[in-house]
């Protein structure tokens, strides 16, 4: 039972006809009793875009409010009686594989950072009409992006899923020079 011992979460009782993804089936109909693991193979995920809806700026902006609002409400004002503004410090993704029961390895934790999305087509970037369009585009933020790879092992079953919980980290003043930082996490999809 050891070697399957990670693709369980504790304290949890399961039988040997339980479906546990990340293990091999049993002719026996009892996989627990010698368990065999299915072979993990390794993916790299390169080029990691995350879009948010409507927009990255209108769901930042949004949130932002939320949790100035909230703020707000919860804190008073500043030595000086001005209150304090909350804002985005980072952008962090956690990544996993998941098999219905637990994460396999402890999800990796990613900076992301904010990306303008160039429109595809022209590649000439000395030509003037690509420079106007450079130009005119909006200096909003369209994407989160990991600038590095990600090293992932999956197994080849149904149920094991990639999972990407979004986390923001806040900020706010608090005195002259100090930070208080607080952490939010999204939703997991």
Known sequence: MDPAM???PENVLVTGDEN???????????????????????FTLSRL??????????FESQLLRLINADYQNTKQPGPDGA?????IQERRLHVGVHNG????????????QPQRVLPRGRADSSSKQSSLL??????????LGLRSSLELRLAD????????QLEYVFSAPFGQELMVSVLTDGDQN
């Open 83 to 87: 209150l304090r503004t909350v804002v």
């Open 134 to 143: 450079r130009d005119s585009l909006s200096s909003d933020l369209q994407t």
């Open 20 to 42: 546990i993804p990340g293990l091999l089936s049993s002719p026996t109909g009892d996989a627990l009793l010698k368990p065999q693991l299915l072979k993990m193979l390794p």
């Open 101 to 112: 029961w637990c994460f396999l390895e402890k999800p990796q934790v990613v900076v992301l």
């Open 6 to 8: 990670h693709l369980l």
């Open 49 to 58: 875009t995350i879009t948010l809806q409507p927009s990255l700026e209108m």
């Open 157 to 164: 079953h149904r149920a094991m899923a990639i999972v990407f």
